[in-house]
């Protein structure tokens, strides 16, 4: 069964401290890994995806990376309006021809002013 | 806003009652997503359609049921609610079916359901 975890739950940085939230990941025939973006009460909003191990993008503040095992989502220097929750989650082959997300439970950051 | 539009934003229903959830897809997108985030789950595939064809079934309820129109618009049918069907229900679109190479799914805003 595909697993997706990440870690920490919660983050909570001063604005300008940078970090990285993880999204550690089981699957068998990886499509895809994509970072998407939630704030309260919405939708969650695409960020990246990453396809094979080495790949990295950036947006802004925010940088992913990929290995065969997880992915990183840095971010530097960090502004309060990042403040949301992260969820990470990967494509792969859940039967009968399809493809299909696995989310993680997400990682909730705060970035104080 | 995504493009993808959900009716109605909030809900608020008795045990045992019915409730039909509607979703407008992207322009241009032929698949639809039902998901489903509770506090202690995340996000949980439903079930998915493509141009009118169920296409993929993930952690459905048989009390749950969805179609996809014609017009290509959605709707995820609860019956028989109970507490626990509390949560936040999304609706996404794509482009594809997802099996020709990774797919980005935009998400609507939600419709949030509250069963008493």
């Known amino acids: 069964e595909d697993q997706v975890t990440q870690s920490p739950e919660a983050l909570r940085l001063q604005e300008g401290e940078s970090s990285s939230l993880n999204c550690s990941y089981t699957?068998?025939?990886?499509?895809?890994l994509f970072w998407y973006r939630q704030d309260p009460g919405k939708g969650p909003e695409f960020l990246f995806t990453l396809y094979s191990a080495g790949e990295e993008k950036e947006k802004e503040r925010l940088k992913a990376t990929l290995t065969k095992k997880e992915s990183f989502l840095h971010i530097t220097a960090p502004k309060p309006e990042d403040s949301a929750t992260y969820l990470c989650a990967v494509q792969a082959y859940s039967g009968a021809g399809s493809y299909q997300l696995t989310f993680g439970k997400g990682t909730k950051l705060s970035v104080i002013p | 806003d995504s493009g993808v539009t959900q009716t109605p934003k909030h809900l608020i229903t008795a045990t045992g009652q019915r409730v039909t959830l509607r979703c407008s897809p992207r322009?241009?997108?032929?698949?639809v997503y039902w998901y489903q985030q509770s506090l202690d789950q995340g996000l949980q595939f439903l079930i998915q359609y493509y141009n009118g064809e169920e296409r993929a079934k993930g952690n459905i309820l048989e009390r749950f049921s969805a179609q996809q129109f014609p017009d290509l618009h959605s709707e995820l049918n609860l019956s028989s609610l109970e507490l626990g069907d509390s949560a936040l229900y999304f609706c996404?679109?794509?482009?594809?079916?997802?099996?020709?190479?990774?797919?980005?799914?935009?998400f609507g805003a939600g419709s949030r359901l509250t069963v008493l």
């Open positions: 996404a679109s794509s482009e594809g079916t997802g099996t020709s190479g990774a797919n980005v799914l935009t």
């Open positions: 699957v068998s025939g990886l499509r895809g």
């Open positions: 322009s241009g997108d032929l698949s």
